[in-house]
């Protein structure tokens, strides 16, 4: 079933183009990355659908039903996150989030708001004027989650945690996808992603470049080698390292070379030589992420 549909979405800001014909759907049981440099629309995206902006053309359906009213029924299972958030300053923490828990006719005690502050080590008899930016996400992150909603949209949610938060953020996001909740988030951490999420969404100056199950994401088979040999300077040709990667690099002494399958060959053919430094690793997302940018618009150039 899908929880999130978007047809053809596109807003655009008078002649800015926010995003332009996205078609993205989220199954329900999701965790779902929305990948995206600064400006590529992934807030335009998000804010359409909170229904904090509107869609110059095309829809959106949230569990199956078309996004263009109110639906109060809608609202009590969606938890939200937008990127920015503002708040009465002179309230506290907990002042706030009673209002919210009310919203939807909850008291604060029926919510699971205590043990989330506690993980997050929230204080919330604060008042919001003394908040750092990474409290005031964390309030935010409460109150999207206070009413255990099925569908959790949030943007950009780690910005201002600290690593250790985003950790702690991760972990109960994963323990909310194992009692069915559906995640849909944009980040920049891409290396959570690529821990959590099941899809990723890339997205790029408005236009969605590719929806893929994380497992598929071209190169994520591909392994690269890092080496350092004793012997010093570019050793691509007389080590033969052109014939396992013809785009080897070497780069302040280190070979930098990508391997698709048959690693023990490879290995093999190098440890021919003698060695100072080696490690193998999987292409980080961003690495992939990045090739898969560049490529598209040598792609696009060519035309
Ligand atoms: N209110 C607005 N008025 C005019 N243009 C806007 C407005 N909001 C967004 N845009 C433009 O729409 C495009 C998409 O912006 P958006 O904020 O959705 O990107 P983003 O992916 O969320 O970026 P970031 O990672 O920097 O938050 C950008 O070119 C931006 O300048």
């Known amino acids: 079933m899908n929880v999130i549909k978007m047809n053809n979405l596109t807003k655009y800001y008078g002649k800015n183009t926010g995003v332009e014909n996205v078609n993205l759907s989220v199954s329900k049981g999701d965790i779902f990355g929305f990948i995206g ?101 964390k309030l935010g992150i409460l109150q999207g989650l206070l009413h255990e909603p099925e569908l959790l949209i949030l943007d950009e949610p ?55 199950h994380m497992t598929e994401v071209k190169g994520m088979n591909e392994r690269v080698i890092e080496v350092t040999f004793t012997e010093p300077g570019d050793k691509r040709k007389k080590f033969g390292l052109a014939d396992i990667d013809p785009y080897a690099a070497f780069t302040q002494g280190v070979h930098y070379i990508t391997v698709r399958g048959r690693l023990h060959e490879a290995l093999q053919r190098i440890v021919q030589y003698p060695i100072t430094d080696i490690s193998i690793h999987k292409p980080t ?13 040598s792609d696009g150039d060519s035309r």
């Open 37 to 137: 440099p600064n400006g590529a629309g992934k807030s335009t995206t998000i804010r359409m659908l909170l229904q904090l902006t509107y869609p110059t053309s095309g829809s959106v359906e949230l569990f199956g039903l078309p996004l263009h009213k109110e639906r109060p029924s809608l609202r009590r299972k969606i938890g939200s996150l937008s990127s920015e958030v503002h708040y009465y300053k002179e309230m506290t923490g907990k002042q706030i989030l009673q209002f919210t828990a009310k919203s939807h006719g909850l008291s604060l005690q029926e919510t699971p708001v205590y043990e989330y502050a506690e993980r997050f080590q929230f204080d919330m008899n604060k008042k919001v004027k003394s908040f750092s930016l990474g409290n005031r996400k």
């Open 158 to 212: 780690t910005s201002g945690l600290d690593p250790l938060m985003q950790q702690s953020f991760f972990q109960l996001l994963n323990e909310l996808n194992h009692h069915g909740v559906t995640i849909f988030f944009s980040t920049h951490v891409l290396s959570e992603v690529e821990k959590l999420c099941n899809r990723v969404a890339f997205i790029k100056s408005g236009k969605l470049l590719e929806t893929s």
């Open 285 to 297: 997302l961003e690495q992939l992420f990045m090739q898969h940018y560049d490529q598209k618009e």
